[in-house]
């Protein structure tokens, strides 16, 4: 179901985001970038939910090792796409300016090269890809717990976590106290921090678990909710950054209503 309306509401926004002239701004770019980077985490939950149902994992060694980058390299994105965007609602309304074409389009090169490069990673032997506790899916293999894991885990978790968890938390404090001087606040300041803290903090957790404790004392059912709690992400940022902008369900709107862009062009 998550991932079902995951792909829906991304698929959507992606959708409209080519079909309306008005929404390519470098600002929505950012949201353009993490609803890619949200639908490839959907459809990498799409691709375990159908080795869930036949109980056994069937796409071979390759396939993990492909399913364990894609879905890698996404969620990594959407994490650093969330600080993207919240670095660009800082520039927006603290600086007074538009985001510029020539800062928006580096700024998703930058994310989606990151995320690809530090994914890529545990291919060449820095990290590994296995199957999840209950084999169906693959992921990075934090079962291993030796000094190979830990040091790619510790780098990649200041780079790829902690980093942009502080861009983001820090760039909505900004905004908040610039907002509060004005009397005008214009956005939810605490929510993107929260939910960014809160849909990656539980799988952050069980990777430190892994790194300083046996993690097999934990249950396989257990170790798969915090991937269950990730894979609620792709709808909690669509609902977050999509549906609650009213210039983009504007766009949409106009996308699902035929009559209305007939018309649009007949002016």
Same mark, same amino acid.
Request: hydrophobic content about 45%.
């Given at each position: 179901?998550?991932?079902?309306?995951?792909?829906?509401?991304?698929?959507?926004?992606?959708?409209?985001?080519?079909?309306?002239?008005?929404?390519?701004?470098?600002?929505?770019?950012?949201?353009?970038?993490?609803?890619?980077?949200?639908?490839?985490?959907?459809?990498?939950?799409?691709?375990?939910?159908?080795?869930?149902?036949?109980?056994?994992?069937?796409?071979?060694?390759?396939?993990?090792?492909?399913?364990?980058?894609?879905?890698?390299?996404?969620?990594?994105?959407?994490?650093?796409?969330?600080?993207?965007?919240?670095?660009?609602?800082?520039?927006?309304?603290?600086?007074?300016?538009?985001?510029?074409?020539?800062?928006?389009?580096?700024?998703? $090169? &930058? %994310?989606? !090269?990151? @995320?690809?490069?530090?994914?890529?990673?545990? #291919?060449?032997?820095? +990290? =590994?890809?296995?199957?999840?506790?209950?084999?169906?899916?693959?992921?990075?293999?934090?079962?291993?717990?030796?000094?190979?894991?830990?040091?790619?885990?510790?780098?990649?978790?200041?780079?790829?976590?902690?980093?942009? $968890? &502080? %861009?983001? !938390?820090? @760039?909505?404090?900004?905004?908040?106290?610039? #907002?509060?001087?004005? +009397? =005008?606040?214009?956005?939810?300041?605490?929510?993107?921090?929260?939910?960014?803290?809160?849909?990656?903090?539980?799988?952050?957790?069980?990777?430190?678990?892994?790194?300083?404790?046996?993690?097999?004392?934990?249950?396989?059912?257990?170790?798969?909710?915090?991937?269950?709690?990730?894979?609620?992400?792709?709808?909690?940022?669509?609902?977050?950054?999509?549906?609650?902008?009213?210039?983009?369900?504007?766009?949409?709107?106009?996308?699902?209503?035929?009559?209305?862009?007939?018309?649009?062009?007949?002016?």
């Amino acid at each position: 179901m998550l991932t079902l309306s995951g792909l829906s509401l991304n698929g959507l926004t992606i959708f409209s985001f080519c079909k309306t002239p008005d929404l390519r701004t470098p600002s929505n770019l950012l949201v353009l970038s993490l609803a890619l980077a949200d639908s490839g985490i959907s459809l990498n939950a799409l691709v375990a939910a159908v080795s869930s149902l036949l109980r056994r994992w069937p796409y071979g060694s390759e396939g993990c090792q492909a399913h364990g980058f894609q879905g890698f390299a996404t969620a990594l994105a959407s994490i650093c796409g969330t600080a993207a965007i919240a670095w660009g609602r800082y520039h927006h309304y603290c600086t007074r300016r538009q985001l510029a074409w020539n800062t928006a389009i580096p700024l998703v $090169l &930058f %994310v989606w !090269l990151s @995320s690809a490069f530090w994914a890529s990673l545990p #291919l060449i032997g820095w +990290g =590994h890809y296995d199957y999840e506790p209950l084999g169906t899916c693959c992921t990075l293999d934090y079962s291993r717990g030796d000094r190979n894991f830990i040091s790619f885990l510790f780098t990649m978790a200041f780079f790829n976590f902690l980093v942009p $968890l &502080f %861009v983001t !938390l820090t @760039s909505y404090r900004l905004m908040e106290h610039k #907002l509060s001087r004005s +009397g =005008h606040p214009q956005v939810n300041t605490t929510l993107p921090g929260r939910m960014l803290l809160l849909g990656w903090g539980p799988y952050a957790l069980l990777y430190l678990y892994a790194a300083i404790a046996d993690v097999s004392f934990i249950s396989p059912k257990l170790q798969m909710v915090p991937a269950l709690i990730a894979k609620a992400m792709p709808t909690i940022n669509a609902i977050n950054y999509t549906l609650h902008s009213e210039i983009v369900c504007r766009g949409i709107w106009q996308c699902l209503s035929p009559q209305k862009s007939r018309q649009k062009q007949i002016q």
